[in-house]
């Protein structure tokens, strides 16, 4: 008997592309032919040097990263970055501080824990809620902050920027983590980017860290050697023991990325999934309501509630059940939020969107 088709809509650990799984498992015990599988290759050899060469030149390819910047893959996901980016750049300038823009559960996070390494200023009133970016008119930025830093999608509350925050000439550090490589960045414009793998570009346990090399060597004395940007720079990311086989899925997302027309193609894809969701919403005289300012609705979380604009909680539940039922899966909103949350990355296709969609359809005609 056939199995059902599972559609995974989870926020991160997320899909990834059924030609990348087959690949891994065809390689898994014996990678390309050397006897053995990157799950036991030393880090240290030629060919897993290859596997981190490839992975890199692709990730370069696909955002056009310019010469003076330094690719490295760490550990501690999005979150030691939250630290690692303070530790490493707070003391750029001698004031010790930096502005942060805080729009929900990720940015705020990030903030608390610079909190501890110098003067964190967040440079707009506190929101209310997370269902909006506070008008760039409204921030106050010091011009003497280290760096100015924001979290570009924020996968709990569904809020994307669509546009790269103006700086001043401060420096500018974006936690990419769930909307990297889903359309093209210039990353000129950063001082630091960082993204964790496990949703657009591969699995678990891989941190992408995209630095201009003369941001390396200001890390503060009490930074932890693994967490210091240079020696991890000047190791090529092998100061200890890398993620060695995240990274050798990420580089096969990014071969797959790129032979289905980079991040260009990425952004219509994704722009196409999270508008047919978007318009069921809007269509549906609050049936589905989503709580998030139109201008910056992430095209990757699609967070809403389902029956009335708080949410009627025995109609959600019937609702997961019901696409639990069709193979949907995942599509609980964040504890803290509740409600459902569809996580749209890069490997969801059109036609897993579409069955949402039609399920979305069906659903609110049985129940309005």
Same mark, same amino acid.
């Given at each position: 008997?056939?199995?059902?088709?599972?559609?995974?809509?989870?926020? !991160?650990?997320?899909?990834?592309?059924?030609?990348?799984?087959?690949?891994?498992?065809?390689?898994?015990? /014996? *990678?390309?032919?050397?006897?053995?599988?990157?799950?036991?290759?030393?880090?240290?050899?030629?060919?897993?040097?290859?596997?981190?060469?490839?992975?890199?030149?692709?990730?370069?390819?696909?955002?056009?990263?310019?010469?003076?910047?330094?690719?490295?893959?760490?550990?501690?996901?999005?979150?030691?970055?939250?630290?690692?980016?303070?530790?490493?750049?707070?003391?750029?300038?001698?004031?010790?501080?930096?502005?942060?823009?805080?729009?929900?559960?990720?940015?705020?996070?990030?903030?608390?824990?610079?909190?501890?390494?110098?003067?964190?200023?967040?440079?707009?009133?506190?929101?209310?809620?997370?269902?909006?970016?506070?008008?760039?008119?409204?921030?106050?930025?010091?011009?003497?902050?280290?760096?100015?830093? *924001?979290?570009?999608?924020?996968?709990?509350?569904?809020?994307?920027? /669509?546009?790269?925050?103006?700086?001043?000439?401060?420096?500018?550090?974006?936690?990419?983590?769930?909307?990297?490589?889903?359309?093209?960045?210039?990353?000129? +414009?950063?001082?630091?980017?960082?993204?964790?793998?496990?949703?657009?570009?591969?699995?678990?346990?891989?941190?992408?860290?995209?630095?201009?090399?003369?941001?390396?060597?200001?890390?503060?004395?009490?930074?932890?050697?693994?967490?210091?940007?240079?020696?991890?720079?000047?190791?090529?990311?092998?100061? /200890?023991?890398?993620?060695?086989?995240?990274?050798?899925?990420?580089?096969?997302?990014?071969?797959?990325?790129?032979?289905?027309?980079?991040?260009?193609?990425?952004?219509?894809?994704?722009?196409?999934?999270?508008?047919?969701?978007?318009?069921?919403?809007?269509?549906?005289?609050?049936? *589905?309501?989503?709580?998030?300012?139109?201008?910056?609705?992430?095209?990757?979380?699609?967070?809403?509630?389902? !029956?009335?604009?708080?949410?009627?909680?025995?109609?959600?539940?019937?609702?997961?059940?019901?696409?639990?039922?069709?193979?949907?899966?995942?599509?609980?909103?964040?504890?803290?939020?509740?409600?459902?949350?569809?996580?749209?990355? /890069?490997?969801?296709?059109?036609?897993?969107?579409?069955?949402?969609?039609?399920?979305?359809?069906?659903?609110? +005609?049985?129940?309005?």
């Amino acid at each position: 008997m056939e199995q059902k088709q599972t559609i995974n809509f989870g926020a !991160g650990p997320a899909k990834l592309p059924r030609s990348v799984l087959l690949q891994a498992q065809k390689e898994l015990i /014996n *990678y390309n032919g050397i006897g053995i599988s990157v799950l036991e290759m030393s880090h240290r050899s030629s060919d897993f040097n290859k596997i981190m060469n490839m992975t890199e030149n692709l990730l370069r390819e696909m955002l056009n990263v310019p010469d003076n910047y330094k690719v490295m893959f760490l550990q501690g996901g999005g979150s030691g970055q939250f630290s690692a980016v303070p530790l490493n750049l707070i003391g750029l300038k001698e004031d010790k501080c930096a502005d942060y823009i805080v729009t929900g559960t990720w940015s705020a996070k990030a903030a608390k824990e610079a909190e501890k390494y110098g003067k964190i200023n967040i440079v707009h009133p506190k929101l209310d809620s997370y269902t909006k970016i506070p008008d760039p008119s409204s921030w106050t930025l010091n011009p003497s902050a280290s760096y100015v830093y *924001y979290c570009c999608n924020e996968t709990v509350h569904g809020v994307e920027y /669509n546009f790269t925050p103006e700086t001043n000439g401060v420096l500018l550090v974006s936690d990419m983590s769930s909307n990297f490589l889903s359309r093209p960045v210039d990353v000129s +414009k950063f001082g630091l980017i960082f993204a964790g793998a496990q949703k657009n570009v591969g699995c678990a346990g891989v941190t992408v860290v995209i630095v201009r090399e003369d941001l390396l060597g200001h890390a503060l004395d009490e930074c932890p050697i693994v967490l210091d940007y240079k020696v991890q720079a000047v190791n090529n990311s092998l100061y /200890n023991t890398p993620p060695c086989f995240s990274i050798y899925i990420m580089g096969l997302v990014l071969e797959w990325i790129r032979n289905n027309g980079g991040t260009v193609a990425m952004e219509t894809l994704n722009k196409r999934k999270s508008s047919m969701i978007y318009d069921i919403i809007d269509a549906s005289n609050d049936f *589905y309501v989503c709580p998030v300012d139109m201008v910056c609705r992430s095209r990757m979380n699609v967070p809403f509630r389902v !029956g009335k604009k708080q949410g009627d909680e025995a109609l959600e539940k019937e609702f997961l059940d019901g696409a639990s039922k069709r193979g949907m899966i995942s599509l609980k909103g964040h504890r803290s939020v509740g409600g459902i949350r569809a996580s749209l990355y /890069n490997a969801v296709t059109l036609e897993d969107t579409e069955a949402l969609a039609s399920y979305m359809k069906e659903f609110q +005609k049985e129940h309005q």
